[in-house]
Structures are given as C-alpha cells and as structure tokens.
C-alpha cells in the first residue's frame, strides 16, 4: 500500500498515519518527525529547520524532496508506506510521481482529515503545553494554516481529480477515527 495522509496542522495525521500504516503492515514516514529529531539533534539541517518552523514556514522543497527520497529507499519502504507530511507543495507532489514512477508503483490512495480550524488551533496548543514544542505558539499556527491554505491545500484537488482522495472526518477518539479511515481506505483500494 503506497499512500498519503493529510490535512490541516493539528488535524491528527501524525497519531492515524502510525495506527494507519500499522493497518497495512507498512512504514509510517513523518517528515515532521525526521525535521524534529534533527532539530533535536543540533544537526546543520536542524538549526535551518529549527528556524522555519518555529516561523511557521515549511522547509524548501529541495531538501523536503532529498530526505524522502532517500528514506523512500530504505528496504522497509519497498513493499509500500504511509506518507506524512509530504507532498506539501506542487514541486513536491511531481517529484513523489517522478519517485514513485521509477520505483515502479503509484500512490494508490490519499487519505485527508477533515477538521474545523478553531478545533485544531485549540488542539495544537493544548499539545504545545503538554509537549513544550516551542514551534507551537499561536502565532507560528496561525501561520501555518495560512500555508497549508495557500500551498497543501490545492493538492487535494489534484489528488481528486486522480481519482485518489479519501476525505475522512478527523474529529472523535482516536479509535473511532482510525476505524473510519481504516474501512474508508479499505472502501477504496478494494474499489467499493
């Protein structure tokens, strides 16, 4: 199973994409989490992360692009995964296509959470307090829906039109959640 999952900040695709992934047997792959644990590192690429983030600004998409070529090749990553985080923009959605068209597979299915903005500013900063992620002020959220709008969020027309968006509401327990998307997704790839 080669699939994306998305939405708006907050709208829980880090917890369903892992519960998601687990479904199907494959690797979940944050590129959220892989630009927080460099951050958390001190790597080169964390302190330049490190500042976008804490802007609410995505990182370029040359270096989004590098670091999910490189994981897609990973063996784990070869009978299929679960991808969150990226595509974000344009660039990125057609570098996946040229990726996934050398490896021999496309994406068979997005899947997208479906969550009322407020709901998830409350959310987000609920987490930050608990998490203590610095990149989780009001400001630096705010910031980052005006960039999903402006840049993620045409990608769901894109995926539409291919006939691969699964739109899910994002709002519940997490097992109620994750049981909705599970039997949308399976709804899917069987073709019902």
């Not at 692009?65 to 070869?78: F, G, M, N, S």
């Amino acid at each position: 199973m080669r699939m994306l999952i998305m939405g708006p900040p907050g709208a829980g695709k880090g917890t369903q994409g892992v519960e998601i992934a687990r479904h199907y047997g494959v690797p979940a792959i944050s590129t959220g989490a892989i630009f927080r644990s460099n951050v958390e590192r001190g790597t080169e690429l964390g302190l330049v992360v490190g500042q976008l983030m804490a802007k609410g600004e995505y990182v370029p998409d040359e270096v989004t692009i590098k670091i999910v070529a490189q994981r897609l090749a990973e063996p784990d990553a070869a009978a299929g995964f679960l991808l969150d985080g990226f595509p974000r923009t344009v660039p990125q959605a057609e570098a996946l296509d040229l990726l996934l068209a050398e490896a021999g597979g496309p994406l068979q299915a997005v899947l997208s959470l479906l969550v009322e903005t407020e709901t998830l500013v409350a959310r987000m900063l609920k987490r930050a307090e608990i998490e203590h992620r610095a990149d989780d002020n009001e400001d630096a959220i705010r910031r980052r829906f005006e960039v999903y709008q402006a840049e993620t969020a045409p990608l769901l027309d894109r995926y539409s039109g291919q006939g691969l968006l699964v739109e899910v509401d994002g709002v519940g327990a997490v097992d109620q959640v994750t049981a909705r998307c599970a039997a949308a997704l399976d709804a899917k790839v069987q073709g019902r």
